[in-house]
């Protein structure tokens, strides 16, 4: 029984080892790109397998399994390959029929993707096929982030088109490579879509010449922008983050220019296809000129635009015609001056600012001032009328202050209900759009009004009167009363004057004049009787009165007799002859000499003045009447001689070597110590201070005032004010200036530009000689005489002193005579007037010009001998009454005489 047991074991054992293994029932794949890995389950507890590459040459792979789950991995395949392999189950040598599969490896990623083209709402990706594999096949997976991916399907193109995108968008991708369903891990890149371009057009919120603001409404706070210019290329980039309105300035840009500009939107580095919009920037144009001016020029002064030299400038009359001026230039200040205009005319002009042939202007207007001298002024104790042009408005205002302004109706000006004998500062102006323009201004007296009850009471026992008056309402300075034949001046304080020396029981008209400067009152006039009480009634008083008169007449006519024996009377030379021609008086017996000469209403100095008259007039004065001369005299009646006139010195050929001034000798061997010369005229002002140069003058004495009761009598000569003044090559400035009640002392400094040398000069100006006649006293005029006198002796290398008033002759030899005589007086103990005067005439023509001014000269000694100023080393002057009564001067005035 057990041997028929083991032949059956051994032949199962032997049956069992012919038979073939199980194969595998499945096989599960995972696979990279290089590799794949297998897993199964082990067969009937087998631990051996094979496997053999399907179409491989290689042999077969032995694999020794372990647990009951069995992985193999084979490594260094291709990509995107399929492969084939036989699975075997190994067991005692024998191995099963074999388990076939297949499987594919993962193929590879792109390499990389680039974007052939996009806009607002697609993007087209291209990249190149793996491994130029025409069997692979690809999937692209996009997102924005946050949000889910979209599956996109692509064919076996190797470019997609994404489409139904977002503007502005980045977007995010997987492109996966796919072969036989098997996709690769897949490329992952992002990209954007092109940003959208701004709705609406940029705002211009602010511009000038050279700047704009531009400003626009963004959506997407995300993205950026630049703003490109065309005309340059310039770029101006902007990162936004601030909000959802981007406001933007642009400098540097020129005027008048028209700019093309492309605002681009930018997200990450691609912008939009470009907003395009123009702006042309402005040109300004000059808001702001200055007018200076006169009777016959313009001068229009603007300044540079914005301190830019880019801008150029025209300047136009209203007749079309231009003046160009350059922008480059180096000044921040344009002057422009028209001449040759007519006076009190409204000029407009347009001034254009321009840039690139573009032109923009504003027009402005000005007027040409005008004299008010000019103009005939009618005055009367309360109102001033005149016919006027080139004015408005007139404006008169009064020294204390108060002014009356009125509109000037058909070119006349009437002043009304003025108050008498003020003086008043009229002015007429012109309103030009928003100025009020002065034109000229012009100071007016007006008539005084006339003295009110004149009347007389008895004084000084029958042989005087005792004038009375009620003083004129209004203002005046001095009322003259005339008794018969004689002449006063009382002061405005006074109502009343004692008139000694008249004859008993006689009538004698009377008048009083009021005067304010140099207008007079109409006359007042009253009948008056001196005292007739001492008259003795009866025939016998009546004979003895006649007796006494016939006496009285026989010693008067004696007395006449003997003063025409005594009085001066010329010598047999010639008038020619100088000092010779009349003896010096005696200091101590001058005071008798005026006696004489004032008796019989002044008849000895009337005789001697007319005596006077002729002395020098037959002397040449060829210079002065040449023609190119003529309008350098102020009067034709006043030229110099040509023995004795000034010559200048002629440095070219438009110079001329001719003034109207001569040399005057003074005291003692001094043949040229005085210039006596007329008013300087508006074109002899520069020779009047090439004059003083070239003559090395160290004093000029003026005795007038440049204007005076409305007449021009001398050109302003000096400065106005401390600024320096050019006169011809001579540079003039006022370095001090003192005022006192009747004279104005100044320094000037000359500076010769060529030379540069430079000078002082004193300037002594007489500021209270009436325009016609004489000072009312002495006093001031003698002791301004000491203030020149001083300054002369304490300059002795100096030149001759410079003495004018308006003609140069009148005040001017009045001064020099008082000068000179006071000298001899101090030194000789005598005076000789008269023959100084006839000095001075063969000098210059009407020296000492009028009779009251050779009588004035004349009290002058007098009362300079009553205060000894010839007593003294140094002048002394006292307060004395006013003693020489001015009546010829008055008379003189009425007939217009004096120069």
Not at 92 to 111: E, I, K, R
Not at 517 to 530: D, P, V
Not at 831 to 851: D, H, N, S
Request: proline residues 4%; negative net charge.
């Amino acid at each position: 029984m057990e041997g028929v047991l083991t032949l059956v074991l051994l032949c199962a054992v032997f049956a069992l080892g012919q038979m073939k293994p199980a194969n595998v029932a499945n096989v599960k794949t995972s696979q990279t790109e290089t590799e794949l890995t297998f897993q199964w389950d082990i067969v009937d507890g087998n631990t051996n397998y094979s496997y053999k590459l399907m179409g491989d040459s290689a042999p077969i792979v032995l694999i020794n399994a372990t647990g009951q789950v069995v992985t193999y991995t084979v490594s260094s395949l291709s990509p995107g390959t399929n492969y084939s392999f036989t699975l075997y189950t190994v067991f005692n040598g024998s191995q099963s029929d074999g388990y076939n599969f297949s499987a594919v490896t993962v193929p590879s990623n792109v390499g990389s993707v680039s974007v052939f083209d996009r806009k607002e709402t697609y993007i087209i990706l291209q990249w190149e096929k793996v491994n130029n594999r025409s069997d692979y096949t690809y999937e692209l997976k996009y997102w924005i982030k946050d949000e889910p991916p979209t599956q996109s399907p692509t064919d076996s193109l190797e470019e997609h088109n994404v489409t139904s995108l977002s503007p502005g968008t980045e977007y995010f991708f997987t492109l996966y490579t796919v072969f036989d369903r098997v996709r690769s891990s897949g490329y992952n890149f992002s990209n954007v879509t092109v940003p959208s371009n701004i709705a609406n057009p940029p705002k211009v919120v602010d511009f000038n010449d050279t700047d704009v603001t531009f400003q626009w409404i963004t959506s997407n706070i995300a993205y950026n922008y630049s703003l490109e210019r065309s005309n340059t290329s310039r770029e101006y980039i902007y990162n936004i983050a601030e909000g959802i309105e981007v406001t933007r300035h642009i400098n540097g840009l020129n005027p008048a220019t028209n700019y093309n500009f492309t605002l681009y939107t930018e997200f990450f580095d691609v912008r939009s296809t470009g907003y395009k919009f123009s702006h042309t920037t402005s040109l300004s144009r000059v808001t702001g000129v200055d007018f200076t001016r006169s009777e016959t020029q313009l001068i229009i002064t603007w300044n540079k635009l914005n301190k830019n030299n880019i801008y150029n400038y025209i300047l136009s009359e209203s007749n079309g015609k231009e003046e160009s001026f350059s922008g480059s230039s180096e000044e921040n200040e344009f002057k422009h001056t028209y001449s040759s205009l007519t006076p009190g005319t409204v000029y407009s002009y347009t001034l254009y600012t321009e840039v690139n042939g573009q032109r923009n202007g504003s027009t402005f207007r000005s007027i040409t001032t005008i004299n008010c001298v000019s103009f005939k002024w009618d005055i009367t104790n309360s109102s001033i009328e005149a016919q006027v042009n080139g004015s408005t408005h007139v404006k008169a205002e009064n020294r204390t202050g108060n002014a009356i302004s009125l509109p000037i109706t058909d070119n006349r000006v009437k002043l009304q209900e003025l108050y008498p004998g003020e003086n008043y500062n009229v002015s007429l102006l012109y309103h030009l759009d928003t100025e009020e323009l002065l034109q000229c201004s012009h100071l007016l007296t007006l008539v005084p009004n006339s003295v009110g009850r004149l009347r007389c009471e008895y004084f000084s026992g029958g042989y005087g009167l005792a004038v009375i008056w009620d003083p004129p309402t209004g203002v005046f300075d001095v009322v003259q009363v005339d008794v018969g034949k004689q002449s006063f001046n009382s002061s405005s304080k006074e109502q009343k004057l004692n008139v000694k020396s008249l004859q008993v029981a006689q009538w004698y008209t009377v008048t009083a004049t009021s005067f304010s400067g140099a207008m007079r009152s109409k006359t007042a006039s009253s009948n008056c009787q001196t005292n007739p009480a001492g008259v003795i009634a009866g025939v016998l008083v009546f004979f003895l009165l006649v007796i006494i008169i016939c006496a009285a007449v026989f010693v008067w006519l004696r007395y006449r007799s003997g003063k025409r024996n005594n009085s001066p009377k010329p010598l047999v030379e010639s008038k020619g002859t100088k000092k010779n021609y009349y003896k010096p008086i005696p200091m101590d017996a001058f005071s008798e000499h005026f006696r004489n000469m004032s008796c019989d209403e002044n008849r000895g100095f009337s005789e001697e003045y007319e005596d006077l008259s002729s002395v020098g007039i037959e002397q040449s004065s060829a210079a002065a009447t040449v023609l190119e001369n003529k309008e350098k005299n102020r009067f034709s009646n006043v030229l110099p001689y040509d023995s004795s006139r000034v010559h200048l010195t002629v440095n070219d050929e438009e110079d001329s070597d001719y003034i109207n001034a001569s040399y005057i000798p003074g005291y003692g061997n001094a043949s040229k110590q005085y210039i006596a010369a007329q008013g300087p005229l508006p074109s002899t002002v520069n020779d009047f201070w090439r004059m003083v140069w070239e003559k090395r003058s160290q004093a000029i004495v003026m005795v007038t005032n440049c204007t005076e009761s409305g007449r021009v009598k001398c050109e302003q000569y000096w400065p106005l004010d401390y600024s320096p003044c050019l006169y011809g090559n001579l540079v003039v400035t006022v370095k001090s200036e003192d005022k006192a009640q009747s004279w104005t002392l100044r320094e000037l400094n000359i500076k010769n530009k060529s030379t540069s040398e430079t000078r002082t000069v004193k300037h002594f100006h007489f500021t209270a000689w009436p325009d016609h006649g004489v000072p009312y006293g002495t006093e001031e005029l003698i002791k301004f005489r000491g203030l020149v006198r001083q300054h002369i002796e304490n300059s002795y290398s100096a030149g001759p002193t410079v003495v004018h008033c308006s003609a140069g002759v009148g005040r001017t030899g009045t001064l020099i005579a008082l000068d000179v005589l006071l000298q001899q007086l101090h030194r000789e103990k005598a005076v000789g007037i008269a023959a100084f005067v006839q000095e001075m005439r063969l000098c210059r023509p009407l020296m000492v010009q009028t009779e009251s001014q050779y009588v004035f000269l004349h009290q002058c000694i007098m009362d300079s001998l009553k205060t000894k100023v010839v007593a003294q080393s140094e002048p002394l002057y006292e307060n004395t009454d006013m003693i020489y009564v001015n009546s010829i001067a008055l008379k003189q005035y009425e007939n217009g005489s004096n120069i």
